[in-house]
Structure formats: structure tokens, C-alpha cells
């Protein structure tokens, strides 16, 4: 089985192929295909991923190569992991928007918004070509922001195009650790929402909602990272768990403010380190493994750090350093390859699940998968202020895909304008402005 991956000279490449190194099944993946556009940046990961199958016999075979088509022929899955702009543009978006006072992050608010704009025309490029070179392959997206972009996508590839994110994944394997669930794949997470923007209503073991238990414990509610992050009494008040991006709605002003404050913006970190990374990989003596291992370590110690300083959350737990979207996605390609019927919270068309959504809006909810793809299984409504955000921020995508289906500035302006952490029409014009003259990729916006 062939597997390609777009953005294969991305930084979290060799978690995807460490995974498929644990998989010795029969009908797993036996070649690799790398597609980038930077030919040293693939040959970096390379050299990582030689070093992680020396010890193993049968690895995944792997070339590179920076043809897109030649990429996408004969493939069995495409993994979309592009960055439009690399790490450079989302600094610069972060920068933009933190000069207006909004928000900046790469998936929510203005940042979001920028980087939709930016990543819209490649993703829809990407879906015609898998459409047309590779029409019986599933393409699993892990491209930000991951709603927004397989929605795109889905317009040309159906329901062959699955979205996928690991932050549902890690807050349900919280919630069930703290519960003394030591088997989270036993229990049934009850979470619903958009990418980024969910919220767990309920955990299930052996039919019993054990939610309610840990929603009456401050002790225990406050003792994991979503307790700390929110607070107790705001948890409570909620009656569920939100998804950890939910932090930058809830607490916008002093998230805002923690990021003003930072030395560099989280774009700006992750920039100068994988600069780093790449550099050292110039030296042919350097250990590849070693020094990505320790590259990625410091990676996910200082995700959200400036959320957890805003709430006093201290550090992350080493359990939550991890990662997980690999092994989402090969339990995603596993379900589908060989019909091996999971369950898996994703990225996929609403169909009916949500009714105040139409059918082709792309939600994040629990799927039922098996060879014939991912099927959203029915959930109850959202209590109103969930149905509130989620009606809205669906909104501003719609407007940021006909924003990019159309090159209207005024409807970028609009996209902008009706985000709720946007808080001025003249922001929005500002947004734009300061978006186009930084990003040469949105001058289609006339």
C-alpha cells in the first residue's frame, strides 16, 4: 500500500513513519512517498527516517520528490500536511493581528482567518488533483485550520477527504485517566463541535455516564490540564469540558495580553527552532534522530504556554507530551484499508448530525469508520451558547471559502469582521490591509 505525504519535509514527518514502523499487519503501507516543495528540508527528514528504520527489516520503503503529481499517482492514501507560507507566515500573522490587539493563533481568530485565506487555494488545488490523478484514494487532512481546509477540500473529493485533529483525542484521554478509565478505547466520548472548537458533554464506560462524578469533585476536576487551564467553577458551570482552544474565547482579553507580553509570538518560536534543526541537519555527522528527538521534546513542553501562564496552569504533565495525531491517522487509514471497524472523533461532513448546520458543513464529532469511510454518528443538540459559537465561527468559514472561490476583498473584510474576537469592522479593514501587504500568496484579493 502507498502512502503520500504533502508537506513531507514538514517537522512531524518521522511521527507519522514511527508509527508505521510498529504496524507489521498484513495490507500495511510498504512505500512512502515524501512530496515538498524544499528539496533540503526533505532531505532532512530523510535522514531522520533512515535512522528510525535502520533497526527494522521490513520498513517502509521511502522516496521524495517535489513533483505534485508525480506524488499523487498511484497512491493509496495522501496525508495533506502543507504549511502555505512555512513558519515565517505564521509569524507574520500572529504579528499582524497583535498589533490591531486581537487575536493571532494559527487556527482561531484573525491568525486563522489569514491562514485560511493563505492555505484555501493550495488545498483546493491539491483536491483537484487527487480528483483527477488518484480518484480512488483517501486523503486524510492534517492541514490548519483542519475544519476550514477539508471543507474545501470535500467540495471536490466528498467524503473521501476525512479531517483529523489530536486535541479531542488527548482532552477525552484526560478526562478518562483522572477517572481511573486505564483503557480509554472502553469508554465513549460524547464530544461535539467544530475543529477547535468542541466541548465533551459525557463519558461513557459500560453505558454509565461517569462525567457527572468528576464535574462534582473540584478536587479531581482541577487536577488535570483542562481544570487548571479553565478553572473549576468555570467547568461547572458549563456542565462539560471544553476543547483547550476554547481558552482563547473564554479568556480572550488575558490570553491576548500573555501574548503581547511573550518574547516571541508561538510562530516565532517554532520558526527559529526548526530553523535550527535544519541547520544542524547541513552537517552530515550530526545523530538526525537524536537531534530531532530533542528538538520535538522542547516542541511540545511550550505548547500553549502562553494560555497556561494567563491561567497559572503551570507546565504540561509528561503524559500530554506525546503528541497523538499519527496514531489517529493510522487507525483512521487502518479502519478504511482493511475494515477494521473503529471509532474515531473527525473532521467530516455533518450530513444530519448537527441540525442547525446544512449537510455539507464540516463539524468534529465521534465517526463510526470502516471501508467505506467515516459515517458522523448522531448526537444530541448543543446547549445554546455552544450552538451560538459554533453557528457563528461557521459562519466566518463559509466566508473565508468564498472569500478565496471568488478574490473579494470585501469578503475577506466580512470574514474578518464577523469572527466574535474580531472587534471592529475597522480592524477588519486594518487585518486585511496589514494581511496583503505581508503575505504575497493573498494578492488574489482584489
Not at 476536576?221 to 481558552?247: C, K, M, V
Not at 446544512?358 to 463539524?363: M, P, S
Not at 471568488?406 to 472587534?423: E, M, Q, Y
Request: with cysteine; proline share 4%; hydrophobic share 45%.
Amino acid at each position: 500500500m502507498r502512502l503520500t505525504i504533502l508537506g513531507g519535509g514538514g517537522f512531524r514527518v518521522p511521527l507519522v513513519y514511527g508509527a508505521l514502523l510498529d504496524d507489521h499487519a498484513e495490507g500495511r503501507v510498504t512505500e512512502v512517498v515524501l512530496h515538498d516543495l524544499d528539496p533540503d528540508r526533505l532531505a532532512a527528514v530523510t535522514r531522520v527516517l533512515a535512522e528510525q528504520a535502520a533497526p527494522i527489516p521490513d520498513a517502509p520503503r521511502v522516496t521524495t520528490t517535489t513533483d505534485l503529481d508525480e506524488a499523487l499517482r498511484g497512491a493509496d492514501f495522501v496525508f495533506s500536511a502543507i504549511r502555505v507560507g512555512g513558519l515565517q507566515g505564521r509569524a507574520d500573522d500572529e504579528r499582524v493581528a497583535l498589533a490591531e490587539g486581537v487575536l493571532g493563533q494559527e487556527t482561531v481568530g484573525a491568525g486563522g482567518i489569514a491562514y485560511g485565506l493563505r492555505t484555501v487555494p493550495v488545498a483546493t488545488d491539491i483536491a483537484r488533483r487527487v480528483a483527477r490523478l488518484a480518484p480512488h484514494a483517501w486523503v486524510i487532512n492534517f492541514t490548519n485550520p483542519a475544519g476550514l481546509v477539508t471543507e474545501a477540500m470535500s467540495r471536490h473529493l466528498g467524503d473521501r477527504v476525512i479531517g483529523i485533529c489530536d486535541s479531542p483525542v488527548g482532552l477525552g484521554r484526560r478526562i478518562a485517566r483522572v477517572l481511573g478509565v486505564h483503557d480509554p478505547a472502553k469508554a465513549w466520548i460524547d464530544y461535539v463541535g467544530l475543529n477547535h472548537l468542541g466541548w465533551v458533554r459525557g463519558l461513557r464506560v459500560a453505558g454509565h455516564d461517569e462525567l457527572p462524578r468528576l464535574l462534582a469533585d473540584p478536587a479531581l476536576l482541577g487536577s488535570f490540564e483542562e481544570g487548571r487551564l479553565f478553572g473549576t467553577d468555570w467547568l461547572r458551570s458549563l456542565g462539560a469540558i471544553p476543547n483547550e482552544y476554547l481558552h482563547y474565547y473564554y479568556f480572550n482579553r488575558e490570553t491576548v495580553d500573555a501574548y503581547r507580553r511573550a518574547e516571541r509570538t508561538r510562530g516565532a518560536f517554532l520558526r527559529d527552532q526548526q530553523a535550527g534543526f535544519y541547520e544542524e541537519m547541513n552537517d552530515p555527522k550530526a545523530g538526525a534522530l537524536a537531534a530531532w528527538d530533542r528538538t520535538r521534546a522542547e516542541r511540545e513542553a511550550t505548547y500553549m504556554a502562553e494560555n497556561r501562564e494567563s491561567a497559572g496552569a503551570g507546565e504540561r504533565e509528561a503524559d500530554d507530551l506525546s503528541g497523538g495525531y499519527e496514531k489517529v491517522a493510522l487507525a483512521l487509514m487502518r479502519a478504511i484499508a482493511r475494515d477494521e471497524r473503529t471509532t474515531l472523533i473527525l473532521n467530516v461532513r455533518n450530513r444530519h448530525t448537527l441540525s442547525v448546520l446544512d449537510a455539507d458543513a464540516v463539524i468534529e464529532v465521534p465517526c463510526l469508520v470502516d471501508a467505506n469511510g467515516a459515517h458522523p454518528v448522531s448526537v444530541d443538540p448543543l446547549p445554546g451558547h455552544a450552538t451560538g459559537l459554533v453557528c457563528s465561527v461557521k459562519a466566518v468559514e463559509r466566508e473565508v471559502l468564498a472569500a478565496a472561490e471568488s478574490g473579494s476583498r470585501a469578503t475577506a473584510v466580512k470574514a474578518f469582521a464577523l469572527h466574535p474576537l474580531v472587534d471592529s469592522v475597522n480592524v477588519a479593514h486594518r487585518l486585511v490591509e496589514g494581511y496583503i501587504a505581508v503575505h504575497p500568496g493573498l494578492a488574489y484579493l482584489d
